[in-house]
């Protein structure tokens, strides 16, 4: 069980990225907590992940408030002892558009919750984590790297880019204390936002969702996109004990659309 006996905070725990992340950790033999602003969506996943409660516990949790960051730490050492890592997938996503329309208000606020609510839950979480030595794993995007030429989300790729700026820092600052910190950055992940994408798209157009999945795909290696599970599996590996000796590093999990 290659997560067997750890405790992991997963955040931004929704239908997609977030539990199938938190689903993998219970499978491999750990326990998970989880966090989202919406109690509904944490009981419904917590119930199919782990029907019997013995391996999940959950809080609703806005990461822009430090109590609330401070709270789901506090949950994961009072139900399970400790917390050996903490997975980041909480994101603000939903904010389209460029520099020249941009509300600068509106990018505070995704800069608020994609960096700055990463670190504060971060932060909440150190006290426990410097006791086990463990790891951290944030969710960056591949736009912050290369913009996507179909959809304009300059906050949302500034944001994460800056990110994985912070990880590469807090690799350094925290390795001492045996905590290792590493992104994942997706592409176009196949799951529930990128399905909503490709119907919206479809319909908008008039074409069949064949056609607006294909120009997604045209440039990619592998002949489908990664999915919410395939980016999960990347998570978990990074958790785990086998990547004991990985720190400061990003992964691409885009089937090969972007290398380097």
Request: aromatic share 4%; hydrophobic share 45%; with cysteine.
């Amino acid at each position: 069980m290659l997560l067997a006996g750890k405790t992991v905070i997963v955040s931004g725990v929704g239908p997609g990225l977030g539990h199938q992340v938190a689903a993998n950790v219970v499978r491999d033999g750990g326990r998970a907590v989880l966090g989202a602003r919406t109690a509904a969506n944490l009981a419904r996943s917590a119930a199919e992940i782990d029907p019997e409660g013995r391996h999940t516990a959950h809080l609703a949790t806005d990461i822009t408030d430090e109590a609330r960051c401070e709270a789901l730490a506090a949950l994961a050492v009072e139900r399970f002892g400790g917390i050996d890592a903490v997975v980041h997938v909480a994101a603000r996503d939903s904010y389209f558009g460029g520099l020249e329309d941009a509300d600068f208000a509106t990018w505070q606020s995704v800069i608020d919750v994609n960096l700055l609510g990463t670190l504060r839950m971060t932060r909440a979480c150190l006290p426990a984590l410097k006791e086990r030595g463990g790891s951290v794993v944030v969710i960056g995007t591949q736009s912050a790297v290369a913009a996507p030429s179909q959809v304009w989300q300059a906050a949302y790729a500034a944001s994460k880019g800056a990110l994985t700026s912070a990880m590469y820092s807090l690799s350094r600052e925290l390795g001492p204390d045996r905590i290792r910190v590493n992104a994942v950055l997706p592409g176009w992940m196949w799951g529930p936002p990128v399905q909503a994408y490709v119907r919206f798209t479809a319909g908008s157009e008039g074409v069949p969702e064949s056609e607006v999945l294909a120009r997604l795909t045209e440039r990619m290696a592998l002949p489908e996109p990664a999915t919410d599970g395939d980016v999960a599996e990347a998570v978990t590996f990074l958790v785990s004990d086998r990547a004991r000796a990985i720190t400061g590093q990003s992964l691409l999990v885009n089937a090969g659309e972007l290398m380097r």
